[in-house]
T-cell receptor, first 114, second 116 residues
Framework: KAGVTQTPRYLIKTRGQQVTLSCSPI?????VSWYQQTPGQGLQFLFE???????NKGNFPGRFSGRQFSNSRSEMNVSTLELGDSALYLC?????????????FGPGTRLLVL | GNSVTQMEGPVTLSEEAFLTINCTYT??????LFWYVQYPGEGLQLLLK?????DKGSNKGFEATYRKETTSFHLEKGSVQVSDSAVYFC???????????????FGKGTKLSVKP
């Protein structure tokens, strides 16, 4: 099976712009989660989607949003970018998102905000 | 709230040395515990996991045992190789009375460097 894919791999944006990142889960996986990784805060959970519905959300401002399509592909959007949004954004998929399941991660999208 | 604490790095070892990376957790309910590894420029890969007390996860010579009495999940390997150089993350998934929550809570990560 193909792994989790994320596009683009690298992005450079300026403050105030918005950005959309894409994630394609492993075939058959219906749960997609997003994480932000920064040197200062480490890995933090953004949100989880299952069957096109946001099921769980971390502690991030409303500028961070996402959605999931009927084929389980997911996008996340960050509006009004700030310098502090520079990070590696990781997407992970699992069959149903339960606590016993393994989450499989993509290679990430590295976002640099100037 | 739920949290994971792991030993600060970096850890530098010689090839064939014994590795221990300590991990302790705070959680309500019955979390599952994971070790993930991140190689430079890559995403996270699952190294091993344990889903209930006294379970031992193992993979590629690495082992960790879910100890509920000490709320720990320490990672060990008997003989490290240069190729083991990476950042290691301990993590847990929560459970709640209303149902499963699969989001991962991570420790800060421990960078391991193995010298030939």
């Amino acid at each position: 099976k193909a792994g989790v894919t994320q596009t683009p791999r690298y992005l450079i944006k300026t403050r105030g712009q918005q950005v959309t990142l894409s994630c394609s889960p492993i075939s058959g996986h219906r749960s997609v989660s997003w994480y932000q990784q920064t040197p200062g805060q480490g890995l933090q959970f953004l949100f989880e989607y299952f069957s096109e519905t946001q099921r769980n959300k971390g502690n991030f401002p409303g500028r961070f949003s996402g959605r999931q399509f009927s084929n389980s592909r997911s996008e996340m959007n960050v509006s009004t970018l700030e310098l502090g949004d520079s990070a590696l954004y990781l997407c992970a998929s699992s069959p149903r998102g339960g606590r016993l399941e393994t989450q499989y991660f993509g290679p990430g999208t590295r976002l640099l905000v100037l | 709230g739920n949290s994971v604490t792991q030993m600060e790095g970096p850890v530098t070892l010689s090839e064939e040395a014994f590795l221990t990376i300590n991990c302790t957790y705070t959680a309500t309910g019955y979390p599952s515990l994971f070790w993930y590894v991140q190689y430079p420029g890559e995403g996270l890969q699952l190294l091993l996991k344990a889903t209930k007390a006294d379970d031992k996860g193992s993979n590629k010579g690495f082992e960790a045992t879910y100890r509920k009495e000490t709320t720990s999940f320490h990672l060990e390997k008997g003989s490290v190789q240069v190729s083991d150089s990476a950042v290691y993350f301990c993590a847990l998934t929560q459970s709640s009375r209303g149902g499963s929550q699969g989001n991962l809570i991570f420790g800060k990560g421990t960078k391991l460097s193995v010298k030939p």
